[in-house]
């Protein structure tokens, strides 16, 4: 079984910046990061995928220019770095990742994902 934790949540002002981490403790191809604020549906903010060519990211647009996802493969961790945060922003974070050697798929749907972290609270305030 496979498990995904997740770090570096919190509560941080409007225009601030949090790094959130996802370790795993297997080899993934693809790693994602979803949202949740209270009353709204899961959505898509950023994902990160190895690919026989190289890697791939792509993001969601609300968070674009904001945010950077980023992996250290020899650690199996992914990273979140979300910069000028809004509180629109505020949401459980989860981690969610494919394992496998390489992911060429659609990774900015939570169907993708074989694997989900237990979330981690991020709280911005204005």
């Known amino acids: 079984q496979v498990q995904l934790v997740e770090s570096g949540g919190g509560l941080v002002q409007a225009g601030g910046s949090l790094r959130l981490s996802c370790r795993a403790s297997?080899?993934?191809?693809?790693m994602g990061w979803f949202r949740q604020a209270p009353g709204n549906e899961r959505e898509f903010v950023a994902a990160?995928?190895?690919?026989?060519?190289?890697?791939?990211?792509t993001y969601a647009d609300s968070v674009k220019g904001r945010f950077t996802i980023s992996r250290d493969n020899a650690k199996n961790t992914v990273y979140l770095q979300m910069n000028s945060l809004k509180p629109e922003d505020t949401a459980v974070y989860y981690c969610a990742a494919v394992m496998s050697t390489y992911y060429s798929g659609r990774i900015y749907t939570s169907e993708t994902y074989d694997y989900w972290g237990q979330g981690t609270q991020v709280t911005v305030s204005s």
């Open positions: 990160i995928s190895i690919t026989r060519s190289g890697s791939s990211t």
């Open positions: 297997g080899r993934t191809s693809a």
